[in-house]
């Protein structure tokens, strides 16, 4: 995959770097003082490898960019999955290892940079939201991210919220279906489990296929829409708790127009007050790009 340069240079005041850690893909990009994006690449996990690998090969990459764009490295961020603490990761199941790596530690030795900042990935893509996309004149602010997993991230006052533990929005683990404690939500609606659903309806492409496929009455769209119902019940709470201004949906499965209308019919149908709910303008980017922010606000540049 080739790289993709901007055009404008960094030139002599440095760089800011930012990598964005899935359970399947890894972006790494390399921004400006102002955060604007020069150069970024995106490499599969390959998690079932596990997460030293990953973490090699993403430190790689970045290097790579870093050496490619020129110019010293004032600050890195860094998007990860699960709960971030200095000695390790906490509810980051879909890459086996990744619970051991001390990611700010490796960060700062792999590349010899002094600043780095490090947090949950859907944070991450939160903070973006508020400083550069859809949040920035809406609060509080709900950010729905539904990728290999599904979380969702707070924002108040111009701020992500974190929780006592930093483990708020891992509405993943909520109680779905079934007699208590019945099963994970992520076990219900995420893109692995869209993608078990797909192989156990015989339909190629995963998710994606399943969606496609959903776009027509049928079995395909009956058992895609009892998983979205699952995920609205919980989001519908979500909603009655925060009062949202703005519902932001992030992820390679939020990309669906089938999903995104179940779900936006599905809350407004019940919500005494509805919220905007609206697809992040950054595809795929908005975890980089917050990671890019993490960066930029560690120096204060």
Known sequence: MSVQVAGVRAGVDGLLLGIDFGGTKMAVGVADRQGRLLARRRIPTYAERGAPQALDRALNLAAELVAGVGGPLLAAGV??????????????????????????EAVRDGLDVAAVAVDNDLNAAALAELRIGALRDADPG???????????????GGSV???????????????????????????????????????????????????????????????????VDELARHLVTCCLLLD?????????????????????????????????????????????????TLAREAVHV
């Not at 390679?252 to 809350?267: E, T, Y």
């Open 79 to 104: 998007a990860s999955p699960g709960v971030v603490r200095p000695d390790g990761i906490d509810l980051a199941p879909n890459v086996p290892g990744w619970e051991l790596l001390r990611l700010a």
């Open 142 to 156: 709900l950010v729905v991210g539904i990728g290999t997993g599904v979380a969702a991230a707070v924002t108040v």
């Open 161 to 227: 919220l974190a929780g006592h533990r930093g483990a708020a929005g891992e509405i993943g683990y909520a109680v779905a279906g079934g007699p208590w404690p019945g099963t994970m939500l992520e076990l219900d609606f995420s893109g692995r489990a869209l993608d078990r659903l797909a192989e156990e309806l015989g339909l190629a492409g995963g998710a994606a296929g399943l969606a496609g496929a959903a776009e027509h009455p049928g079995a395909a769209r009956d058992a895609l829409t009892a998983r």
């Open 244 to 292: 949202p201004a703005r519902v932001v949906l992030v992820g390679g499965v939020a990309g669906s127009a089938v999903i995104r209308g179940l779900l936006v019919d599905r809350l407004a149908e019940v919500l005494p007050h509805r919220p905007d709910v609206v697809l992040s303008a950054f595809a795929d980017d908005a975890a980089l790009l917050g990671a890019v």
